[in-house]
């Protein structure tokens, strides 16, 4: 059964980390790891959650968890899988927990790997749509028209003038025995999802959108309305691949594209055309 | 409940550091407290204790003591979050040392 807030465990394995105010990278690991329990390995490559939470010596993790190199989150992963099942331990998640920088972009070619080898691993990808900690590069999960530091909105271009990639495709594309995409906005769906791949073996994928205040330019007690939001105006729809079908698992209530975007700072420069064009193309998308 | 907690930091001389790049999971040595502008204060009459504010809290710092909310404001950086997310409206944001 799936945890709910009364029942879920109450420690804390993520806590007293230095993530802004109001991150959603921060509470997408503080529920899987709420879920996943005492046992779970964390691996983490560089990107908000691991400078937010190993800060020597304050360090926020109550398991085990592990920085790792940028580029080698899930052959981490593999490794220490691989360690704990020779040494006999049992009932361990490894889990990784790694940006959309780190997964789509830097970390794509050994999650890539771990997909065809069929380790058994968790991957968790916090989606906060830009590269945040250095100060908010566009990486491949960027979405169109976003301002970054990298793709700055001036008089002739808008923003980001690519497409956001669609990872969970690229993971379906391996044939992964699970891959889901989930929203801080709606966790009950990510906490069952969590639950739920845990249980799996092979390689699990799991894409969740998670604000950032800083390099949207929301709030910071906006974040969870606008996950929540992103879901409901059908930009984010919440799916779960398994035995090789998509299943969408949260139905859209509906929504303005154009006013979630325009309450967001990196999107207010957008013209009305470019918010007909987003429009658009999430519609040929569903 | 268990989490990580404050601990006394290590010195200064070479010899407090670890060899390997391996340390104490859980150990704190600072507090967030001083991020904070607004600190949540819970209406108490209002709170039905459906938690939905300790499940969507980013730093875990609001829980249940003894069948009432409380908060850690040793670690709670005042993002709102939990405010917000109220649907009985228990919980408003105050300004620090009004």
């Known amino acids: 059964m799936t945890p709910t807030a009364g029942t879920i465990d109450k420690n804390e394995y993520f806590f007293g980390h230095k993530a802004c105010a109001g991150c959603g990278g921060s509470l997408t690991v503080r529920i899987a790891l709420k879920i996943l329990g005492p046992r779970a390995v964390a691996v983490l490559p560089a990107g908000c959650m691991s400078a937010v939470g190993f800060n020597f010596p304050q360090l926020a993790f109550l398991n085990n968890a592990i920085i790792s190199t940028f580029a080698g989150t899930a052959s981490m992963m593999t490794g220490l899988e691989a360690g704990l099942r020779a040494r006999g331990e049992r009932d361990c998640t490894v889990v990784g927990f790694a940006g959309d920088g780190g997964t789509a972009d830097i970390g794509l070619q050994a999650l890539s790997g771990a997909l065809d080898r069929g380790d058994n691993i968790l991957y968790i990808c916090y989606d906060n749509e830009a590269y945040m900690n250095t100060g908010v590069q566009k990486s491949g999960l960027t979405p169109f028209g976003a301002r970054t530091t990298t793709t700055p909105a001036g008089a002739r271009v808008r923003g980001n003038v690519r497409e956001k990639k669609n990872m969970l495709r690229i993971v379906a594309a391996h044939g992964a025995p699970y891959a889901a995409t989930a929203s801080v906005g709606y966790l009950d769906d990510y906490m069952r999802k969590v639950q739920k791949a845990a249980g799996l073996r092979g390689v699990k994928y799991l894409h969740v959108l998670a604000p950032c205040p800083t390099g949207w330019g929301i709030a910071s007690d906006e974040t969870v309305e606008v996950a929540k939001e992103a879901v409901d105006c059908g930009l984010f729809p919440l799916y779960e691949y398994e035995g090789g079908a998509f299943r969408q698992t949260v139905a859209p209530k509906g929504g303005s594209i154009e006013r979630h975007l325009r309450r967001q700072r990196r999107f207010q420069h957008l013209t009305d055309e470019d918010i007909a064009h987003i429009t658009v193309r999430r519609a040929s998308e569903t | ?98």
């Open chain 2, 1 to 98: 409940m268990r989490k990580p907690y404050l601990r006394q930091a290590p010195g200064r001389e070479l010899a407090d550091y670890p060899e390997g790049t391996a340390y104490t999971a859980g150990f704190l040595t600072a507090k967030n407290a001083g991020w904070r502008s607004v600190r949540p204060v819970l209406r108490a009459e209002k709170c039905v204790l459906c938690l939905r504010c300790y499940l969507h809290c980013p730093d875990g710092t609001v829980y249940e003591s003894g069948g009432a909310l409380a908060f850690d404001y040793d670690f709670c950086k005042g993002c709102g979050l939990c405010a917000k997310i109220c649907p009985l409206g228990a919980i408003e944001m105050e300004t620090e040392g009004a």
